[in-house]
């Protein structure tokens, strides 16, 4: 999924990486506070409704100590917001793929928030990207459930919290076009 996606232009990234002063170290830092953020949030709520856990996996297997109160702050806006609402998962992190489509991915979790069911994807980054809304269309065509909502939620401990509801036929449509690109660009 993320490879198709990598064909899209991303301007506001572009512009954030031409500001750092070591971008692949910066890069690194944040796809690990991420990875991070987004595991203590399914053990959360797998633990609060008797759901499997799910295994940390980080490249080097140590949490860097720096790192600590941004994943802090990023978990404790993500309570804010779980506690805010009434939460019944279908599942967390589920891995699906299509032969068909030819392309897999791994939503973040498919629930029930407030009675409603929504397709839901957890960011730690600075924005929410307009690459996001096309990877929650193109999740919402692999999963067999149809939710109501596609909805990118963003917990950052510089820029706090914010989510987006996805137009998914519009984001669905860059999604293709995008895995055309892709598709084209290494024969496949």
Not at 79 to 102: D, Q
């Amino acid at each position: 999924m993320t490879q198709i996606l990598s064909v899209l232009p991303k301007k506001e990234l572009i512009k954030w990486l031409d500001t750092q002063i070591q971008p692949n170290k910066a890069k690194t830092e944040s796809a690990t506070k991420g990875t991070i953020v987004h595991w203590r949030i399914h053990q959360y709520i797998a633990k609060e409704h008797d759901l499997p856990p799910q295994k940390l996996e980080l490249q080097n297997k140590i949490i860097p100590p720096h790192m600590g109160a941004a994943v802090r702050d990023c978990f404790s806006q993500f309570l804010e917001w779980y506690n805010a609402h009434e939460i019944r998962p279908v599942w967390l992190e589920k891995p699906h793929y299509s032969t068909e489509l030819g392309y897999a991915g791994t939503p973040d979790a498919l629930m029930y928030v407030d009675g409603v069911l929504m397709l839901l994807d957890w960011k730690t980054s600075n924005s929410i990207w307009s690459n996001y809304h096309a990877q929650l269309a193109a999740y919402e065509h692999l999963i067999e459930e149809t939710p109501k909502v596609l909805k990118i939620f963003k917990f950052n401990e510089n820029r706090g919290s914010e989510e987006a509801v996805v137009n998914g036929p519009e984001a669905w449509k860059v999604f293709k076009d995008a895995r055309e690109q892709f598709f084209k660009k290494y024969g496949i």
